[in-house]
């Protein structure tokens, strides 16, 4: 008998042949179009936007951010209310540069400018895909640099990444942190060049445009593949000198690059100290150990956790690295302990604030979970490459099952999580078989790459339909027939400079004046300005999430000093929801008399005094609260008149400036101008209010939410009327809460204001001016809050930071003026662009010193 010889066992996976060099740019390709196409097959199967309806998928893009693409496309087509610099739409006048550079910034947002308006959401959508597709393109690029093999395998793991748990969770939602997936790689390929002292020049744009593009998830993505760089530069056999030459390389090369972004830093940087305060966010410590695990796995959901799955294939491989014998033990204990490590540097408060630059988030406090998962992609790349073993799979798989254990008692744990984890476990334990007996064979690579695609999809498809049916999950619609109508509507009676087209409250998304036109007071951003918050707040204005959210003014008096001529008002028997509302309206810009008190440090007695003042008007009378009742909560019905009466004129104690309200009803008597219209400002009352008939039921959230000011009804003929409080809990309202004003008299207040507003207004994307007839004197108000870097000048004069009327721009008129002109100058956008001058001119003179370097060499090789 002959004998046979044993089959070699295939060797580790190795560069693949040299003749097929389009293999090494056809496999990110590939990536990224199965990474695309495995998020776009989720979408479909769901039936949601733009393979389906339009208010589920697109929901949370059109909650904030389509409204912001919305803007972008506005101006870039000219018709935009503003420029880059300034945005006329939202808050009655805000800033927007910080908002460009932190929400559109990704370079695939300008892709919205190609689509018609009314489907820019389709746009929108395209900015998330195609981040997806290029970030999972770039990791396959990026997994080479780590360590030589076959691009296909890469490419396979690299789909895990694009559709990994963070993208479907924290990324997708957000457009901009999208960019963060493109980052993480991009800056890992920097990282690789100035380990090997290659392309100073390149790599610092690479660091360029990863900090341009969204400099939030650029600062993890820098930390986090530093991390990477110190595991490599510590496996590096290279001297030390040598390795001490490229960190120099690296920090210089990245240094260098981020100074060149700098007005991406410096503006949004002065834009947040401004910025009304972000609500305290607590964190409520770190997730039990059997939920942070089943984050490992696919097709779950849980609010409170990182989200680090990268697809069963890349978990097995990560659970088999730590038993490879062909690795050596120092580069597995590395590798293995900077992931423990980053791990870890989740659950302990200080190093959750490192990654999110020292601040607790507003929301998920796990955002930079995605360094994680580069890191366990990274580290399945390295099983992989180096071929592992059946006996090592099957200690991984031992690992996963322990894994499964531990984790099957969280909330995370699915039907759907566990079809796929076992699926795709059978599925990828007999593949990395097949391929250890027979080799990388196209045929393989294709089950696993079949397997990888099916499963990513699953796992996007199930987080997907469980977050669907959250409680808190409520979608809005944003381009539906609706709001196209009220766009129209709005645009229809658009009169600025001289006036406002107001969207009012009626919300389609949480920016309604980006989405619909106009020039509203809504406004959403982490940038809204602090002194737009008090400005609008201390008018009467309500406000959400702390002040972040701004709502619009949306009783007369507010509209009148605002200029606002034309509102929408929320009406569910109206064809598309909403009614349209116009009236007289002063200027913008307006006059008041010389000798108009400007603001000061002795604030105004009440809201209704203040407002008297910025409208130039004694407007309001404040009825002074008479003789008070009050029932103690939980008496009965018909024994409290009698047994809790109070003596007439008594009234609850109150603190200074504040009126205090025992728990249970108290009520009191007020008497206004017969035919007058009383209003309410309690704004943090919160309870039943009954007067006039109407009945209120405010539930303000101290200090995250209140209605701002409430209009209750006409005052009665006999001028007398009773103002009922019932709550169940004490509390303080302002001493005078009840305002009243005449609609006549406001309506020649207005007729006033236009008599003797400007002969003519203009406005430019970041300034306004007027025109007054020759010698007019008093103060010009401009109907806009004075943030910080408002610039004004009278008559060509010098160029001075304006006074304020209620917050209000206010500028003081000689006899002999006419002509005022207020600019907006974005605070640190002059810094910021000297330090990109100055780190431009450095990257030039590296560049050419290395041209001419390179010249010299070659003249003196030739010569000799």
């Known amino acids: 008998m002959l004998k046979t010889s044993p089959r070699p066992a295939p060797a580790p996976l190795s560069p693949g042949p040299a003749r097929r060099p389009r293999a090494r740019w056809a496999a990110p390709a590939a990536s990224s179009l199965a990474a695309m196409s495995a998020y776009c097959l989720a979408t479909a199967v769901r039936g949601t936007y733009p393979f389906g309806g339009r208010s589920r998928d697109v929901n949370d893009l059109g909650n904030q951010f389509v409204p912001f ?3 972008l496309w506005d101006l870039v087509h000219g018709q935009g209310g503003g420029d880059l610099v300034f945005n006329w739409n939202s808050g009655y006048g805000v800033p927007f540069l910080a908002d460009f550079l932190t929400y559109l910034m990704n370079p695939f947002s300008w892709l919205v400018a190609l689509f018609p308006r009314d489907a820019l959401d389709l746009g929108v959508f395209l ?33 895990g990444y694009g559709v990994s748990g963070w993208v479907t969770y924290d990324g997708w939602s957000d457009p901009m942190w999208m960019w963060g997936l493109v980052s993480f790689p991009l800056i890992g390929i920097a990282a690789d060049w100035a380990l090997h002292r290659r392309r100073w020049t390149a790599g610092t744009l690479l660091v360029t445009a990863c900090w341009a593009g969204n400099f939030y998830t650029a600062a993890m993505a820098t930390l986090g593949m530093g991390l990477i760089l110190a595991v490599r530069l510590l496996l590096d056999t290279r001297p030390v000198r040598e390795r001490g030459r490229a960190v120099i390389r690296a920090a210089t090369m990245t240094a260098t690059g981020i100074l060149l972004a700098a007005p991406v830093i410096t503006v949004p940087y002065l834009a947040s100290r401004a910025a009304q305060p972000a609500p305290d966010e607590t964190w409520d410590g770190p997730p039990e150990a059997r939920d942070y695990l089943a984050h490992l796995l696919p097709g779950g959901y849980f609010t409170s956790t990182p989200r680090i799955c990268v697809g069963v294939l890349a978990l097995l491989l990560v659970l088999t690295f730590p038993f490879m014998t062909r690795v050596a033990r120092r580069e597995r204990a590395a590798w293995c302990t900077l992931a423990v490590l980053v791990a870890l540097s989740y659950l302990w408060r200080p190093t959750i604030l490192l990654w999110h630059g020292l601040a607790i988030p507003n929301g998920s406090p796990y955002r930079a979970a995605l360094a994680l998962t580069t890191i366990l992609v990274a580290i399945a790349w390295l099983a992989l490459s180096h071929g592992p073993r059946p006996r090592e799979l099957l ?6 099952a322990v894994l499964l254990a531990a984790a099957s008692t969280s909330p995370y744990m699915s039907s759907g999580t566990w079809i796929l984890t076992l699926a795709g476990l059978t599925a990828s334990g007999g593949l990395l078989h097949l391929l250890h007996r027979r080799g990388p064979r196209t045929p393989l690579l294709c089950a696993l790459a079949a397997a990888v ?19 808190f999950w409520r979608p809005k619609t944003t381009l539906d027939a609706d709001s ?9 009676h658009d009169t600025w400079p001289h006036g406002r087209s107001d969207p009012g409250r009626h919300e389609f998304a949480d920016n309604d004046p980006l989405l619909l036109g106009g020039q509203g007071g809504s406004y959403y951003s982490s940038y809204v300005p602090a002194r737009t918050a008090a400005t609008l707040h201390d008018l009467g204005a309500g406000w959400e999430i702390g002040g972040r959210h701004l709502l619009a003014l949306d009783d007369p008096v507010g509209r009148a000093i605002m200029g606002i001529g034309s509102h929408l008002e929320s009406a569910a028997d109206a064809p598309h929801g909403f009614v349209q509302s116009t009236e007289p309206a002063p200027p913008v810009v307006t006059l008041r008399p010389p000798g108009t008190p400007l603001d000061s440090a002795t604030p105004d007695a009440s809201l209704f005094a203040r407002r008297n003042r910025v409208i130039g008007a004694p407007l309001y009378t404040v009825p002074t609260l008479g003789p008070v009742r009050r029932i103690p909560s939980g008496t009965p019905k018909g024994q409290g008149a009698s047994r809790a009466t109070r003596p007439a004129g008594q009234t609850p104690s109150a603190s200074a400036g504040d009126l205090h309200l025992p728990a249970g009803t108290t009520t009191f008597t007020a008497r206004c101008t017969p035919g007058a219209t009383a209003q309410l400002y309690a704004p943090w009352y919160s309870g039943t209010v009954r007067a006039l008939g109407v009945t209120l039921n405010p539930d303000p959230l101290r200090p995250m939410a209140n209605p701002g000011l409430l209009t209750l009804a006409t005052v009665p003929a006999t001028g007398e009327f009773t103002v009922t409080f019932d709550s169940a809990k004490a509390q303080d309202i302002p001493r005078t809460p009840l305002g009243c004003f005449d609609r006549g008299t406001l309506d020649k207040v207005v007729d006033a204001l236009q008599a003797t507003g400007p002969t003519r207004v203009t406005a430019g994307g970041h300034s306004i001016q007027a025109a007054f007839r020759p010698g007019t004197t008093g103060t010009a108000v401009i109907a806009v809050p004075a943030t910080d870097g408002w610039r004004c000048r009278v008559d060509g004069g010098a160029a001075r930071t304006p006074g ?8 003081e008129l000689a006899g002999s003026s006419s002509r005022v002109a207020c600019s907006y100058h974005t605070p640190g956008l002059k810094s910021g662009l000297v330090v990109s001058g100055l780190a431009l001119a450095t990257l030039l003179a590296v560049a050419i010193g290395g041209a001419l370097r390179t010249r010299t060499c070659r003249s003196s090789t030739g010569k000799h």
């Open 395 to 400: 200690l991984g798989t031992a690992l996963l």
């Open 804 to 811: 304020t009327l209620g917050g209000l721009i206010a500028v």
């Open 453 to 471: 695609f099916l499963g990513t999809a699953g796992a996007a498809y199930s987080t997907s339909e469980i977050r669907d049916r959250q409680p």
């Open 127 to 159: 900015v998330t895909l195609l981040s997806i597709g290029l970030g999972t393109a770039l990791m396959t690029v990026f997994l080479g640099t780590l360590r030589p093999g076959p691009p296909w395998p890469r490419a396979i793991l690299a789909v």
């Open 69 to 71: 693409h919305a803007h």
């Open 484 to 492: 196209l109508a009220a766009r129209a509507a709005v645009r229809a």
